[in-house]
């Protein structure tokens, strides 16, 4: 009689800890391996500021910029728009692992969520995506004016990279 009782407290022990690790929603969405940035960064942007406390795993861009920005600095993208890859980016087409996001000027919002990035960097094509990409992940703008060449790309192009050297 004695082993049941201790059998039966195990499990009602074991099924209690189960129980209560499914309750936290948090933990469960939050990779193991996530590193922890020494100080969070806080990226101020024309849409806002965005907070970033740790080193991104899955990276979303949603325009080639952004894409040849991670190229460039050989960090891993877990998704972006294939509809239009320039030919130095042509790898990244042909890519199973990476996920195509869509259009660039229309990203499709089901298959971001889907994909559960921990960064998002998007451009002034997808200001009016923006509230709803925070709510997905961390979101960056690249606060670069497209319609005027005379407007200091230079600068806005090395601010950019530092902040992402910055965050990798």
Same mark, same amino acid.
């Given at each position: 009689?004695?082993?049941?009782? @201790?059998?039966?407290?195990?499990?009602?022990?074991?099924?209690?800890?189960?129980?209560?690790?499914?309750?936290?929603? @948090?933990?469960?969405?939050?990779? @193991?391996?996530?590193?922890?940035?020494?100080?969070?960064?806080?990226? @101020?942007?024309?849409?806002?500021?965005?907070?970033?406390? &740790?080193?991104?795993?899955?990276?979303?861009?949603?325009?080639?910029?952004?894409? $040849?920005?991670?190229?460039?600095?050989?960090?891993?993208?877990?998704?972006?728009?294939?509809?239009?890859?320039?030919?130095?980016?042509?790898?990244?087409?042909?890519?199973?692992?990476?996920?195509?996001?869509?259009?660039?000027?229309?990203?499709?919002?089901?298959?971001?969520?889907?994909?559960?990035? $921990?960064?998002?960097?998007?451009?002034?094509?997808?200001?009016?995506? &923006?509230?709803?990409?925070?709510?997905?992940?961390?979101?960056?703008?690249?606060?670069?004016?497209?319609?005027?060449?005379?407007?200091?790309?230079?600068?806005?192009?090395? $601010?950019?990279?530092?902040?992402?050297?910055?965050?990798?």
């Amino acid at each position: 009689m004695n082993w049941k009782r @201790k059998y039966w407290g195990l499990a009602l022990i074991i099924t209690a800890a189960i129980t209560l690790q499914g309750c936290d929603q @948090k933990a469960a969405d939050t990779p @193991k391996n996530v590193q922890k940035l020494a100080a969070p960064i806080t990226v @101020k942007h024309m849409l806002g500021s965005t907070v970033v406390d &740790y080193l991104p795993q899955r990276v979303a861009v949603l325009d080639m910029n952004e894409a $040849d920005f991670l190229d460039q600095l050989n960090i891993p993208i877990l998704g972006m728009p294939k509809d239009y890859v320039p030919h130095f980016l042509e790898k990244y087409k042909s890519d199973k692992q990476i996920q195509d996001l869509g259009a660039i000027v229309q990203p499709n919002m089901e298959r971001i969520y889907a994909l559960k990035p $921990d960064l998002i960097l998007m451009t002034p094509l997808h200001v009016n995506h &923006y509230q709803e990409l925070s709510k997905i992940a961390p979101t960056i703008h690249y606060d670069i004016n497209f319609n005027d060449s005379e407007s200091n790309h230079i600068n806005l192009v090395k $601010d950019h990279l530092m902040t992402l050297g910055q965050i990798f």
